[in-house]
Each structure stands twice: as structure tokens, then as C-alpha cells.
């Protein structure tokens, strides 16, 4: 596996984790058709979230973690084509599971600050986007 796949894969798994502790109800993880992808999809209360996960490095900030963090948006990493795919996925996923009636549901974006040497991370919320 290549090493930016194995750290979105950590960044995924905090997430996950982070969701369940939070009292989600995590439903699946990386559900993929060739038009798209979606990183997690969990429930809480009778809504679905859908999850994107964008997992950067400290390497990615040539050290300089903290102001990496302040300074980082993942919404910028969110380009039109990025919108298009998770939008059809998303589609999808409610077609194949929700024939009669759609259920309440909602777009978020995490970003994950992983620092593997000290193995920290710190994890940022950008909650109910319009795709």
C-alpha cells in the first residue's frame, strides 16, 4: 500500500472511531461504485451522514504542525469534479438502500492533523455542506 493511502487510511479509522464514540452508528466505510466514493456513512438520530476524510501529515507542513492546522482547508482540496463524484455516489447509495422514501441526511467534510511521531491528531469538523 502507498504511504499517502496507509495515512488516509489512519485518518479514516480515527474518524471512525471519533463517530462512534460520539454515538454514531457507523453503517460502512469506503462504499465505492466507478463514478465515485464515500469515505464513511454512519447514522445518528434518524439522519445519515456521509463522510469525506482528507488526512494530511505533519510532513505536509515541513514541521511546522501547529500552523499547518490553523492555516489548512480541506474545503479548498473540494474541487467541482470531487462535488460531482461524492454528489452521484451519494445518489446511488440512497437509491440502492431507499427505494420508498429518502431519509434526512447530511454532508460533512473532516480533516484529520496526523503527526506520526508523536502520534497525535487532531481533527477538524466541517459539517452540513452543500454539495
Not at 496507509?6 to 462512534?20: A, C, R, Y
Not at 454514531?24 to 456521509?50: H, P, Q
Request: proline fraction near 2%.
Amino acid at each position: 500500500m502507498a504511504k499517502h493511502n496507509k495515512t488516509g487510511e489512519i485518518g479514516e479509522d480515527i474518524v471512525t472511531n471519533f463517530l462512534i464514540r460520539k454515538g454514531f452508528k457507523v453503517i460502512c466505510r469506503n462504499y465505492r461504485k466507478k463514478w465515485g466514493e464515500i469515505d464513511i456513512i454512519a447514522e445518528k438520530d434518524k439522519v445519515l451522514y456521509f463522510v469525506e476524510v482528507k488526512t494530511v501529515s505533519r510532513k505536509s507542513f515541513g514541521g511546522h504542525f501547529e500552523q499547518g492546522i490553523n492555516n489548512y482547508r480541506p474545503e479548498d482540496n473540494m474541487h467541482p469534479w470531487k462535488l460531482k463524484r461524492l454528489r452521484r455516489a451519494i445518489q446511488t447509495y440512497l437509491l440502492e438502500k431507499y427505494k420508498k422514501e429518502e431519509p434526512e441526511w447530511q454532508f460533512d467534510l473532516v480533516c484529520v492533523f496526523l503527526d506520526q511521531e508523536k502520534r497525535v491528531a487532531k481533527v477538524k469538523f466541517i459539517k452540513n455542506l452543500i454539495l
